[in-house]
């Protein structure tokens, strides 16, 4: 997996699928809470005068020359809860995010919230 020091790094580049198809540009990472390790990223994808960030899981991503291929296909990403480009993922979307790509969501013990932003 990734550090999330080196990851951060790639913001700017491709994000393509699993089958090198491109999805968008990495904007940013979220970090799992509980571990503090990179959990999802946001991709900017759209219309030049209607750009949005969809979330995609980092689990088996893997980096390529000038790209990170993240092992869900374009469409599935594509359709992923998004944020507007100045937006901020709300605790109460993180559950949609988690659901989207069928994985298990659990708060932390005290109820805080599962993703933070580095």
């Known amino acids: 997996m990734f550090e999330a020091e080196d990851i951060r ?4 580049h491709d994000v393509v699928d699993h089958e090198r198809h491109k999805i968008g540009v990495l904007e940013a990472v979220y970090v799992d809470t509980a571990t503090d390790q990179p959990a999802f990223a946001t991709v900017t994808v759209g219309l030049p005068t209607r750009h949005r960030l969809v979330f995609v899981p980092l689990a088996d991503a893997t980096v390529g020359p000038d790209y990170l291929k993240v092992a ?3 469409k599935q990403v ?3 809860p998004s944020i507007g480009t100045d937006g901020e993922l ?3 979307d993180e ?3 988690f659901a989207h790509y069928e994985l298990a969501y659990r708060t932390g013990a ?3 919230r599962r993703l933070a932003r580095r």
């Open 95 to 97: 559950k949609t995010v």
């Open 9 to 12: 790094e790639w913001r700017g």
């Open 72 to 74: 869900y296909d374009k």
């Open 90 to 92: 709300l605790a109460e």
């Open 110 to 112: 005290g109820g805080e």
């Open 78 to 80: 594509k359709e992923a």
